[in-house]
């Protein structure tokens, strides 16, 4: 019983361990230098199909800021010439913008990732979950214990090694899905773009630009996330009681994937997006 209670602590964190050691790896990456080829068909695919629809706005929406500015001076009682020139400007200043798209987008995504990897020295502690829990203290006290006792704790094992593997699985979900999020975000950035020069529509746009930045630091928030976490790992120590130790570990890993959920809500507040 006490050969099999060792084995399970054993590997009972590889797969968590794994999966946190990742996040640093994952969210220091722009969206071309995670996964080219997705980035390469994402892009294809915008300048194919979403570039001509984002044109046609863009034409309606340039019509309809030259009929405002007309039809808002006195209807052509009081026209300038300077009100062409100001149009003429806002059009090349639009087009520039939708042929030059998915620059602006990789723009706002390296300055995150040089403020995530800048944060990558937060990381100060072990992010091995268990590292506190040597096998001879783990020895010595299951030599103690009573037939019963390590019936129960090896249940018990069982049951933590189970949740574990789950929440290693939410925390690649939440790391992954972020990742699909952004290519998501990435793929319609014409259409957003080419409403920013009009007033009344250029709230897409605005929205948009905000909802990447958020995307972007939301990488951020997930780093001091895992920092916070090295931290509290380190006060972990299974020479007083291996249940407690058994026990924190685990509530610490559910705080972690319960504030990595959260962080794509808070950043977005933070930035304004919706």
């Known amino acids: 019983m ?7 602590f054993s590997g009972m964190f590889d797969t968590v361990n794994q999966q946190v050691g990742d996040i640093a790896a ?4 722009t969206p071309q230098g995670w996964n080219s080829g997705v980035y390469s068909m994402i892009q294809t695919l915008s300048e194919t199909v979403i570039i001509p629809i984002a044109g046609m706005i863009l034409t309606f929406v340039l019509c309809y800021e030259l009929i405002n500015m007309i039809i808002d001076k006195n209807n052509m009682h009081d026209i300038d010439t300077w009100m062409f020139f100001k149009w003429i400007f806002k059009t090349v200043i ?18 995150a990732q040089h403020v995530v990897n800048g944060s990558a020295g937060l990381i100060s502690g072990s992010l091995d979950v268990g590292a506190g829990m040597a096998i001879s203290s783990l020895q010595t006290q299951l030599d103690a214990m ?20 789950a929440m290693s699985i939410c925390i690649f979900i939440i790391i992954y899905g972020r990742m699909i999020e952004i290519y998501l975000t990435v793929s319609v950035a014409p259409i957003p773009f080419s409403t920013m020069v ?4 250029g709230s897409m746009g605005n929205n948009y630009i905000k909802s990447l930045f958020a995307l972007g630091f939301q990488g951020f928030l ?3 996330c895992v920092a916070i976490y090295s931290v509290l790992l380190q006060s972990i120590s299974a020479a007083a009681s291996i249940h407690a130790a058994i026990w924190s570990t685990a509530g610490y890993t559910v705080l972690l994937c319960f504030t ?3 962080t794509g809500s808070l950043a977005k507040s933070i930035f304004g997006a919706h």
């Open 2 to 8: 006490i050969e099999a209670i060792i084995g399970s």
């Open 26 to 29: 994952q969210v220091g990456q």
């Open 94 to 111: 639009a087009v520039y913008i939708l042929t030059h798209t998915f620059d602006i987008v990789m723009a706002v995504f390296g300055v």
């Open 146 to 165: 009573s037939m019963w006792e390590l019936l129960g704790l090896w249940m018990e094992t069982g049951v933590i090694s189970l949740c574990i593997k």
């Open 198 to 201: 009009n007033r009344e529509w």
């Open 222 to 224: 997930i780093m001091v």
């Open 260 to 262: 990595l959920f959260k």
